[in-house]
């Protein structure tokens, strides 16, 4: 699709104002319905058994204990799946890899991987049957360490899993190889006058949503079946449970709940399937709720990281060459996105030589999931971090050197592709002027700046909106709302209609409504599902000026519509009285019938994100423990549609970041088993650990949207780790390269300095 | 006549390209361009199906095969974008 060549920048009515959300009363007074709330006539309720293995054969599985228990309707093991899987567009070999996850086949392959399951009259039923089922368990060998997974001699996960991108002589667990670049890194590095190199870690973090995963599946022997889930992306969750189930698509009707949070976390089918199939066998709808600790063994988490960063530097700042090589290691299955951290990591820079590598390593953990801007992240985290020290090493300012080396419109990208107009100057410039920049550091605090790109993305989309015969309209997209886009849908409708927010009701639609949406990911949703609303807003307006064109009889071409009226384009056109929109939806059913907008297409012009934080942090030289005492994020959003949900955005990202810097992350025991997996000993943040994140929002117009817009939702997370990690590195006088800063890292590091 | 386009290949691709960073093909858009790429080479056609995105003038275009290139264009393939 072709970029807009109506780019609207300034004279917003509603766009850029900040109403109450829609779904705000729903919340607050518990109306929401969310995964785990619905109910049906019948219902069972469904349990998983899990593998306390990290990596075992599966001998035999006896279910005959648990089937003969009162109350259990149904047992299924992976014997109730189809032995193949259908092909899906856009899920090259993918499909095999989510039924495997779903449900173990001859391997458990991480601790926590599903191996049976039971649907039973309650829920307690359900879990004393788990525990009736035997499996005979082979013990293999295993390894979590990303490094030490595609060392020599580490077991081998899925011998023939990597793709032909690998080069030879590589570990059978690296599955997939990236490189890119531009220039020859080794001649810049010889005109630098520092060079510097290092290795930097980072644990798996959970996106820790609130709302443990949850459905209400039913399917019949007929092959109909409904699913009610938390999901991001309820249109691909019919998709791959269709395929698993060897179903008809269009026979299973999914809708998405509400969603305690997502965060690229739910844009995964993880048990799904499971529901549909002790339904179809039980033949009674079966619901199943996961608990804090099987979201945690069992779904998210990010990939962790090993990184090698080398960046020369000449003594005025400027970068003369960098090279990065990414280590990912995402789970039991290929999809670490170590291409995403590779091509990330320099993104924000103008570099002559540039080049990276990375590699995407299976291990025996849980298979990892999306988690805001996946990859970019660990990679920011390593090279702000070198462009940090080498700013201290030559005694030059951190914003200085960034805006010196600052990609630009018309920057060859790191990873290829020559940027139009892009925000990252804008967004340093904006630090620079801000107060927090030039505040002066009390004795013990120390500041950190770091700069973060993401892609983001269109997708397939599909939006209807229909006129009720008062004026007000409907408009039903098939895209979650995990941000805040049904307030930004209506208020981009109500720019093109001109009829109040408040008369706009959003609906996120199931799958039989619409024709299919790509997930609520890749920070597309205000970009694309939003462009879909102009556009079909815009259809709507053309029929609306159609009727009043024809009571008037005159051209269509000759009306105009401004503020919700159908007008004249000029004396020429002939003097009628404007005419409001409720006139036309009021007797629209006897001038044509009811007046209805659409927009189906792939949005392509998704604009590219940056942003730069600032943090002041202080850490206890006794404890170890660090406190952030001032964040502010600078961040473009193209054009913010309704700035408090993206300042929001921009506040939960730089709040996850911390999280991910400071505390968060998985603990494998040397059992391969996870000792961690409940908030009680995976700390996230919490109110009290977090100032008042202050936020900019710069707004450098994406030509590839209506209105301008660009996605707010990952870039968030791209800096943080990294800002976070310059703000405790300077604060404590010694440079951690490992996430989390642990208070224990922290003093070893102090006490490694002191020798 | 089709435009003769020039296509940039990630690393991981040119194992199946005969080494070659760029490959040159006659297509008027991204489909056309696709079909042209597996045609020259038999063993990019796995990944051109599903797993790639392509960048046009610095704008990735994750799946439309419609638009349309020209000479001039400045074309990547791109692995597929995924997001959180």
Known sequence: ?755 | MKPRVTVHLWAGLRALTDGAETVEVEAATIGQMLYALAKAYPALEDYLEDNVSVSVDGRIMATDLTHPLTETSEIYLMQRLRGG
């Open chain 1, 1 to 755: 699709m072709a970029l807009d060549d109506d780019l609207k920048k300034d004279g917003f009515t509603f766009v850029g104002t900040r109403p109450k959300r829609p779904d705000g009363l729903d919340k607050v007074t518990g109306r929401a319905k969310f995964g785990a709330d619905m109910v049906a006539p019948g219902m069972l309720h469904g349990a998983i058994l899990r593998s306390p293995h990290a990596h075992a054969r599966i001998k035999g599985i006896d279910t005959s204990k648990a089937e003969a228990l009162e109350g259990v309707k149904a047992v299924v093991t992976r014997a109730d799946f189809p032995d193949t899987v259908q092909h899906k567009p856009g899920m090259a070999g993918e499909m095999w890899n989510v039924l495997e996850n779903v449900m173990a086949g001859e391997k458990a392959l991480y601790d926590g991987h599903a191996v049976a399951a039971v649907a039973a009259t309650s829920a307690l039923i359900a879990k004393d049957a788990l525990k009736l089922i035997e499996v005979d368990y082979e013990v293999l060998p295993h390894v979590t360490d990303v490094d030490k997974a595609m060392a020599e001699g580490a077991p081998v996960i899925r011998e023939g899993s990597a793709d032909r991108s690998v080069p030879e002589g590589l570990h059978p667990n690296v599955v997939r190889y990236h490189e890119s670049g531009h220039g020859d890194v080794e001649a810049g590095f010889a005109k630098a006058d520092l060079v510097m190199e290092d290795t930097y870690k980072t644990e798996a973090t959970h996106q820790g949503y609130i709302e443990p995963h949850a459905c209400l599946g039913m399917l019949g022997a007929d092959g109909k079946g409904e699913l009610w889930c938390t999901t991001q992306g309820h249109f691909y969750f019919q998709k791959v449970c269709a395929a698993v189930l060897g179903l008809e698509t269009s026979q299973l009707r999914v809708t998405a709940s509400e969603i305690g949070g997502g965060f690229g976390g739910k844009t995964t089918v993880f048990m799904e399937p499971v529901s549909l199939a002790l339904s179809r066998k039980a033949n009674r709808p079966v619901k199943m709720v996961m608990s804090r600790s099987e979201v945690f063994r069992a779904t998210g988490p990010t990939a962790s990281a090993s990184m090698d960063i080398k960046i020369g530097m000449t003594k005025d700042g400027t970068i003369t060459a960098a090279k990065g090589t990414y280590r990912l290691q995402g789970g039991a299955f290929p999809g670490a996105p170590a291409d995403f951290t590779a091509m990330c990591g320099f993104a924000p820079y103008c570099l002559e030589n540039v080049l990276q590598i990375g590699y995407d390593v299976m291990a025996n953990r849980p298979k990892q999931a999306a988690y805001r801007a996946p990859g970019a992240p660990m990679g920011a985290f390593a090279v702000e971090s070198v462009i940090d020290e080498m700013c201290n090493k030559l005694g030059l300012d951190p914003v200085e050197v960034r805006l010196k080396n600052a990609a630009r419109d018309g920057t060859k990208s790191s990873y290829g592709p020559t940027w139009d107009a892009i925000g990252q100057v804008a967004c340093l410039e904006a630090v620079k002027a801000h107060p927090h920049y030039s505040t002066p550091l009390k004795e013990g605090q120390g500041r950190g700046i770091a700069s973060g790109f993401w892609f983001n993305h269109g997708g397939e989309t599909s939006v209807s909106l229909a006129l009720s015969e008062d004026g007000t309209a409907q408009i039903s997209v098939g895209t979650p709302d995990i941000g805040g886009s049904r307030a930004s849908m209506a208020l981009m409708a109500a720019e093109v209609l001109g009829i109040p927010y408040e008369n706009i009701r959003v609906t996120i639609a199931d799958t039989a409504t619409l024709g299919y949406n790509d997930v609520s990911h890749g920070s597309r949703v205000t970009y694309a599902s939003g462009l879909a609303t102009i556009k079909a807003a815009r259809d709507a307006v053309e029929k609306l000026k159609g009727r009043a064109a024809a009571e008037w009889g005159i051209d269509p071409d000759a009306v105009t519509w401004e503020d919700g009226y159908a007008k004249p384009s000029g004396p020429n056109a002939g003097e009628f009285e404007p005419m409001h929109i409720t006139k036309i939806t009021g007797k629209m059913g006897r001038t044509g019938g009811p007046i209805s907008g659409h927009f189906e297409a792939t949005p392509e012009g998704a604009g590219v994100s940056f942003g730069t934080h600032i943090v002041d942090a202080e850490v206890d030289p006794e404890t170890g423990k660090t406190s952030i005492i001032r964040y502010t994020v600078v961040q473009d959003a193209g054009k913010a549609i309704h700035p408090t949900y993206v300042e929001g955005q921009f506040q939960g990202g730089a709040a996850q970041g911390i999280g991910w810097a400071l505390n968060e992350e998985y603990i494998y025991g040397e059992d391969g088993r996870l000792q961690n997996s409940i908030f009680l000993d995976y700390r996230i943040p919490v109110a009290s650990d977090l100032p008042m994140i202050d936020t900019v929002i710069v707004e450098v117009p994406n030509p590839g949207h209506p209105y301008g817009v660009r996605g707010v939702g990952e870039t968030g997370i791209v800096p943080p780790l990294a800002a976070v990690a310059n703000a405790v590195s300077n604060a404590a006088g010694v440079r951690l390269k490992e996430l989390p800063m642990s208070p224990p890292r922290i003093l070893k590091a102090l006490k490694d300095q002191k020798g």
